[in-house]
């Protein structure tokens, strides 16, 4: 419950100061005069009953007090408090009701009449300091006792039956957190509050004779926070008092919602002497943040203004959160503006539970037949427009006396056929019992614990057996009954098991509604339950500000969606922040996700990258644009190689396919033939198979290949140089048979490394798992990286060798010098394959495929252009020089 909390030491220390004063004085003015009133207060301001064991009660009935008078020692010159509330009237009603049900109850207290003295601290703790002492003070017409009482050890050794004469031996109050701690610091009474709310009274050892059956405003800031981790909303503004009340529900607040992606948008205060401009300012912050969701921890006057300045401004669409000090209020609920402002309030409020016969008791309240109860007759009065009681309400002072009666009109007196039976009236409405009923379990405490005490099992023994420990209800000590509410467990008569955690009860709280009616005002309704860390709530119960069922948003940024993760942005809350998507092979499945996390290397991330699907086997393929270009390649020239061997064939006897050895000409059309086809045996799905025939084919068509051209180079400058005298028989050397050798040697070391190659660490297929993407390359993985670089080795030291060979023959005279052919050939036939090296190993996926069939196509239609287009041109287009005396001219 907000009370007025105390903002610092100084101000309790003022407070204990003058209390102790006042104290002292009443007590030295005891010993000083022969008689002496109830410590300064008028006895007909309390409301009495006798009984064997009386408690006392302290309630803020009034809401003015009298007018300070400095002069304490002057205690008969007392003024009366006025404007009597309704709502705390009933609240001390409800303690009477109790009192009544324990003595009506067979089992509770049997034997024992439990009595009240109850008084009216009118609102402030200094009245409440002076009621207190008149309570655990005791009173009696006559000072016996020239030593004022002990407060520290039970409140005197006997404690009399009839009202007022000793000591009580628990009080129940104060009216709020700043009277409980005065009381507790100044007089420590054994005293249970019923709106005493500060966590700091859970303190045993500054408050060690302090309970409650009000919850510490802890759980209810606890409450909150659980409301809005609930409901998802993570960007929330707060409007809170600035005192302790306020500050310790922010601290609270921020710690149950630490680690749950909840910020508080803006902080603002509201001061009670400059709540206008406070009040302003806050709405102006409201209506300028994004945060649709309003956490307001204050009291319902600061409330009240706030909503005057909303609707100034116009802002009603935001949802509020209460605290319990404003969601049940009525001045606030029937207040005009607002219904405008405030539609769809979501609150904590203080738990409500019947009292069956409560709602009768206070209905049969009748002057006549309570005629000492003055605040019966002033609400009597009030309602009804009448003078109920004998005595007329006036107010006498000293100098009045002198001066005669203050003169005063009297109302009319009543008829006595006013009741309270058939009128509406809020003082009647028992449909939520908050307060009235922690004043209830509070006598409800205070009577188990007295029955415990006083309990005895022996207690029907003759009144002289000295077996008989039972104790007296005269002798009640404070250090025992206090031990007994700390031990105290029972069921309420509502079923309700209590008990003291401490100075606390476990915290159960109600969750109400702000609603619209038809008459357009609000109304209050429950809507849930806390019951410690347990929330339970009928969320289709609930009318949001915005008039709908659905839960208004109220968020910094959207939670990112799955596929995507939070990017907090720099220099602002954790609640602000952006959504990047995540990166390809990443996933995130859930919205709001921190981080993404990388798929299996068997799987790959979706489109959206909200979850890991398998990869698909991805290879050069025949059906594909890039396999259909090369397999149409490959198969040209095929056909191209085809056609030169048939012009080759039918012009086999003339001069230029006779030139050089046709028969290496025809070999070396073969495997060109080969080289063109071998590169078919790369496309297509990889297999054990295909991978190793692709590579053999490879190496032995190509070394097949240049070995015919460097044969041919080698019988180009041996015949040249057998021309010179003396080198005749050079060319028995290189006859046919010799050339035929040749190349059959060069081409079996090729077959040898292959075959020892794919023996040992053949190519396996293997998917490419380090490339990313959805589609993984199947590919044939080299296992021996030694031997794929053995059978390139081996065709580059060929193509080397027959290069510089050709080189060293393009210049001899010959009109036809096939050396200049094999030149050209080989330097393009260089240049591809130095060239595909760089791009083999960077290119990714199945290119790499494709890379290493384009070098081959490349480098054979090289070769089969550069080697045989001259002489096909001569042979079909310029068949006169096809002659041996053309060839043979320089």
């Not at 207290?109 to 009595?115: A, D, F, R, S, Y």
């Not at 981080?595 to 990869?615: G, K, L, Y």
């Not at 050079?730 to 050339?739: C, I, R, S, V, Y």
């Amino acid at each position: 419950m907000f009370t007025l909390w105390l903002s610092s030491a100084s101000t309790l220390l003022f407070v204990g100061f003058v209390g102790r004063q006042l104290g002292l004085r009443v007590g030295l003015q005891c010993v000083q005069t022969v008689t002496c009133s109830r410590w300064g207060t008028p006895s007909n301001q309390g409301l009495f009953q006798d009984g064997d064991v009386v408690i006392g009660g302290l309630f803020s009935l009034h809401s003015q007090p009298p007018a300070i008078d400095h002069d304490f020692t002057q205690l008969p010159h007392y003024k009366p408090c006025t404007g009597l509330e309704h709502i705390p009237l009933k609240y001390m009603y409800a303690m009477a009701f109790a009192v009544e049900e324990i003595n009506n109850s067979p089992t509770l207290l049997p034997g024992v009449k439990l009595g009240y003295h109850m008084f009216d601290s009118c609102g402030r703790p200094p009245w409440a300091l002076q009621a207190a002492l008149s309570l655990v003070g005791g009173d009696s017409s006559n000072c016996k006792s020239a030593d004022p009482p002990d407060y520290s050890t039970g409140y005197g050794e006997g404690i009399g039956g009839r009202t007022g004469d000793h000591p009580v031996p628990l009080v129940i109050g104060g009216a709020s957190s700043v009277t409980g701690q005065i009381l507790s610091r100044i007089l420590s009474p054994l005293s249970i509050s019923y709106l005493s709310s500060c966590p700091c009274l859970s303190d045993r050892r500054q408050f060690p004779n302090f309970f409650r059956t009000m919850p510490s405003d802890i759980y209810q800031a606890r409450a909150i926070a659980q409301l809005a981790i609930h409901f998802n909303w993570t960007w929330i503004g707060a409007v809170v008092a600035n005192n302790d009340y306020g500050h310790m529900a922010v601290k609270i607040f921020q710690e149950e919602t630490q680690g749950k992606d909840v910020c508080l948008a803006f902080i603002e205060t509201l001061q009670r002497e400059k709540i206008v401009s406070d009040a302003r300012r806050a709405a102006l912050t409201i209506q300028a943040s994004t945060a649709r969701v309003i956490l307001i921890f204050t009291w319902y006057t600061d409330v009240r203004e706030l909503f005057v300045q909303l609707a100034k401004i116009n802002v009603t669409d935001r949802q509020f959160l209460a605290s319990e000090a404003w969601s049940t209020s009525d001045s606030l609920l029937q207040y005009l503006v607002t219904s405008k402002v405030a539609s769809g309030v979501l609150g904590v409020a203080i738990r409500s539970s019947p009292l069956p016969g409560f709602e009768n008791y206070l209905r049969n309240l009748l002057p006549i037949r309570h005629p000492n109860d003055e605040f019966l007759k002033e609400f009597w009065g009030a309602e009804f427009g009448c003078s109920p009681g004998v005595t007329p309400l006036f107010s006498y002072s000293p100098s009045s006396l002198k001066s005669g009666p203050l003169q005063k009109t009297s109302p009319p007196p009543c008829s006595g056929a006013e009741s309270m039976e058939r009128v509406k009236h809020p003082f009647t409405d028992t449909s939520q019992l908050r307060v009235a009923y922690n004043v209830y379990l509070a006598v409800y405490a205070a009577a188990h614990a007295l029955h415990s005490l006083l309990s005895c099992p022996n207690r029907d023994s003759p009144p002289g057996n000295k077996s008989s420990t039972c104790l007296s209800p005269t002798h009640i000590k404070q250090i025992e009954l206090l031990k007994h509410l700390n031990n105290m467990n029972f069921t309420t008569p509502q079923g309700e098991i209590f008990y003291f955690n401490g100075a606390d009860i476990p915290a159960k709280y109600d969750l109400v509604n702000w609603q619209n009616t038809p008459e357009e005002s609000l109304k209050l309704v429950l809507i849930g339950r806390v019951d410690g860390f347990d929330l339970h709530l009928n969320e289709s119960a609930i009318q949001w500000s915005t008039g709908s069922n659905q839960v208004p948003v109220s968020v910094c940024s959207e939670s990112c969606p799955p596929g995507t993760r939070k990017a907090n942005r720099k220099g602002e809350p954790l609640c602000c922040f952006d959504c990047i998507p995540c990166a390809e092979g990443e996933i995130s499945s859930t919205a709001g996700s921190l981080h993404c996390d990388r798929c299996p290397s068997e799987f790959w991330s979706n489109v959206e990258r909200t979850a890991c699907i398998p990869r698909q086997l991805d290879f050069l393929s025949f059906n594909e644009t890039l396999g259909m270009t090369l397999t149409t390649a490959a198969v040209s020239g095929v056909t191209v190689t085809t056609a030169v061997f048939v012009v080759f064939l039918y012009y086999r006897q003339t001069p230029v396919v006779r030139a050089n050895n046709s028969e290496l000409s025809f070999l070396l059309l073969l495997s060109l033939k080969l080289c063109f086809l071998c590169s078919l045996v790369f496309i297509g799905r990889p297999s054990a198979w295909s991978c190793r025939f692709q590579q053999a084919a490879f190496g032995i068509s190509f070394v097949l290949c240049v070995s015919c051209l460097q044969v041919k180079t080698i019988v180009v400058l041996a015949a040249f140089r057998s021309a010179r005298p003396g080198a005749e028989a050079l060319m028995k050397w290189f006859g046919p048979g010799q050339q035929r050798g040749s190349v059959c040697l060069f081409t079996c070391i090729q077959v040898i490394i292959c075959i020892i190659w794919l023996s040992l660490s053949p190519p396996v297929p293997q998917a490419d798992l380090d490339i990313p993407g959805l589609q993984v390359t199947l590919k044939c993985a080299m296992a021996s990286v030694v031997g794929f670089s053995l059978v390139l080795g081996y065709i580059g030291l060929l193509a080397c060798t027959c290069l510089l060979l050709a080189f060293l023959a393009r210049k001899l005279p010959d009109n036809f010098n096939e050396a200049k052919l094999i030149t050209f050939s080989m330097l393009i036939f260089c240049a591809v394959w130095v060239a595909f090296v760089p791009a083999y190993v960077s290119s990714p996926g199945k290119y790499v495929v494709a890379v290493e069939v384009f070098a081959i196509l490349a480098s054979s239609y090289g070769l089969l252009i550069c080697i045989f287009a001259p002489k096909c041109f001569i042979i079909l287009l310029r068949p006169e020089k096809n002659s041996k005396k053309h060839l043979m001219a320089r």
